[in-house]
């Protein structure tokens, strides 16, 4: 009894002095962490360098064909060997219960400047693309402002961006995967030879389908900086009315900016962000402005300041790209509540932001539970028609801000006919004379104001009524968070035909794991979350 009151006054006291916690042991631990993750790296691609792709890949099928040569006692499923630890996602996928393979693949591969496009080991991250491009005067076509983030990883599971209200979702700038399948086979797959059907089914698959080795995809031209014009808006259905016009959702021949996104402030107040490539002359250089310098402001708390009064500015493009990498969108603030505040900047803030996955490393089972009952994280695509009611239903049921927003074109390929696990949108929702429908990701990441407030709060019923309500208009849940849904729920969520079947045609079935079992969470999620809800007033 005793021993319990000491362990929930000294969880009470790490929940309020967690700022410290984090500042005087995970800053610096996680900056030696990363100096030697960066050294193993860096000696693993040293080691690479004397062999070629194609040996790579060998190595790969190699072990693929081994695997396939045990008894079928022996035989787990297939997954990759990359440590939980240093994926982004926030679920713990149970690898043991797999027989992993190293996929040692780290390399830019070529660049084909006549058809803009980039071929890519599938570990090359964000921040080594954007080194990569970027001074060459291009950029990927869908990237993600973290810069750890893998392309494989994004192919894999899902990629958007701002530029996404202009080509859609990270697949569709995708032109072909190289995939080392069940049989140990290489194959290259587009969305016209004859592995088509896989082609629509890699995205959101998360290694159920195959090994991904290699990765071609579109690059778009680029300028050195990007104007950005900051629009304060204080209603919702101002924001709401500005986006639709503004991302081209109302009229197909709207000329649409470059990036565009919008951060809600309040159920009232948001300000939209319209960016275009630019060049910047000299009468225009003192509005340049490097937005993730250490010690400037995070850049959503930046973008704030243009609530009362709009504004425009300059940003070099690498930084425009990454500008949520300092502050992991808003995640640093419910990490360091003091994080943003000058001082802390200029004397700590190059440390930031701790490494995701020094903070997955250290994660315990009690941290582990407590992280996902009381802070929220979840990316979901949803119509961008029902924007007020996604906010309305978000603040209802988490009230946090802010609220992201990304609109994304979500494309009818087949007429209808089954695409992948994501359903052509109803034809009454398409952009009239074109085969898209304009929808957006509503990011919802920090800590729930009734936890803030000490308040009654039930994570269960609060994540079970927002994926009911994506459910309901036609959306869907990003799968590197954890979800709440039965396998049924789940089911009705997603589109399986094509997926069934492809598991089927590619012997998938005993060897990769299925995509539920793959991407639930790895603990209890609503057993817990109800002991969390009861558990309210400690
Ligand atoms: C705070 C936060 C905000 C986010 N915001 C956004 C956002 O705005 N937009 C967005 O698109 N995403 C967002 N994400 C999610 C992020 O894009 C995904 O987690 C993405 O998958 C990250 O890549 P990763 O390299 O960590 O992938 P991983 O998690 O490593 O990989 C994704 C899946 O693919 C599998 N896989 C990876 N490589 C291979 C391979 N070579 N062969 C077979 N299988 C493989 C993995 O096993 C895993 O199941 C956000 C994440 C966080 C934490």
């Known amino acids: 009894m005793v021993l319990e009151q000491v362990k929930a006054k000294a969880i009470r006291w790490?929940?309020?002095n967690r700022g410290l916690v984090i500042v005087f042991f995970c800053l610096p631990a996680s900056f030696l962490f990363d100096i030697f993750i960066q050294f193993r790296i860096w000696l693993d691609r040293k080691l690479a360098v004397t062999t070629s792709h194609k040996q790579r890949v060998q190595k790969i099928q190699d072990q693929v064909t081994e695997w396939s040569k045990l008894p079928a006692s022996q035989k787990k499923p297939l997954?990759?060997?990359?440590?939980n630890w240093l994926s982004l996602s926030t679920t713990f996928f149970d690898k043991k219960k797999c027989h992993q393979v190293p996929i040692d693949l780290h390399d830019v591969l070529s660049l084909d400047e006549q058809n803009l496009t980039v071929t890519v080991e599938p570990n090359v991250t964000v921040r080594e693309i954007c080194?990569?491009?970027?001074?060459?005067?291009y950029t990927l076509a869908v990237t993600l402002e973290i810069g750890d983030a893998t392309l494989g990883g994004l192919?894999?599971?899902v990629g958007m961006t701002t530029y996404s209200h202009k080509v859609g979702l990270y697949q569709e700038a995708i032109v072909s995967y190289e995939v080392v399948t069940a049989d140990g086979k290489v194959i290259t797959v587009t969305d016209s030879n004859e592995h088509s059907d896989l082609y629509y089914c890699l995205p959101w698959s998360h290694g159920t389908l195959g090994f991904l080795v290699g990765l071609t995809l579109?690059?778009?031209?680029v300028k050195p900086y990007v104007h950005m014009q900051y629009i304060p808006c204080h209603s919702q259905d101002e924001y709401c009315n500005k986006i639709m016009q503004l991302s081209g959702a109302t009229n197909k021949d709207t000329?649409?900016?470059?990036?565009?996104?919008?951060?809600?402030?309040?159920?009232d107040e948001a300000v939209i962000m319209v960016g275009n490539f630019a060049d910047v002359d000299r009468t225009s250089r003192a509005k340049i402005n490097d937005v993730c310098w250490f010690y400037k402001p995070w850049f959503y708390r930046h973008v704030e300041t243009f609530l009362k009064k709009g504004g425009e500015e300059y940003i070099p493009l690498e930084s425009y790209l990454l500008r949520h990498n300092r502050?992991?969108?808003?995640?640093?603030?419910?990490?360091i509540p003091f994080g943003n505040h000058p001082v802390f900047r200029a004397f700590l803030g190059w440390l930031c932001p701790p490494k995701p996955a020094f903070l997955k490393f250290t994660t315990t089972q009690a941290v582990r539970e407590m992280t996902f009952a009381k802070q929220v994280f979840q990316d979901i695509v949803m119509p961008l028609d029902t924007l007020k009611e996604q906010v309305d239903t978000a603040v209802k049921l988490f009230d946090t801000y802010p609220l992201l927003v990304y609109p994304c074109r979500i494309y009818d390929h087949k007429g209808g006919a089954p695409q992948g696990q994501l359903r052509a949108p109803p034809k009454s929702r398409l952009v009239p004379g074109t085969n898209y429908s304009m929808f957006n990701d509503l990011g919802v990441y920090g800590t729930p104001g009734p936890v803030e407030r000490r308040e009654p709060y039930n994570p269960t019923y609060a994540m079970r009524a927002m994926e009911k309500f994506t459910r309901d208009v036609g959306g869907y849940s990003f799968l590197y968070a954890d979800i709440f849904m039965s396998e049924e729920e789940f089911n009705e969520m997603f589109d399986m035909t094509l997926y069934n079947q492809v598991r089927t045609k590619y012997h998938c079935d005993g060897a990769f794991p299925r995509l539920y079992d793959k991407v639930k969470p790895e603990i209890d999620v609503i057993a817990i979350g109800e002991t969390y809800a009861v558990k309210k007033d400690e």
Do not use: Q
């Open 79 to 83: 997954c990759t060997a990359r440590p």
């Open 14 to 16: 790490l929940e309020d």
């Open 255 to 267: 000329k649409v900016a470059d990036y565009l996104e919008v951060t809600i402030y309040d159920k």
């Open 218 to 221: 579109k690059i778009v031209k």
């Open 155 to 157: 192919a894999f599971g």
């Open 327 to 335: 502050a992991i969108f808003w995640v640093l603030e419910s990490m």
């Open 131 to 137: 080194k990569y491009l970027i001074p060459k005067g």
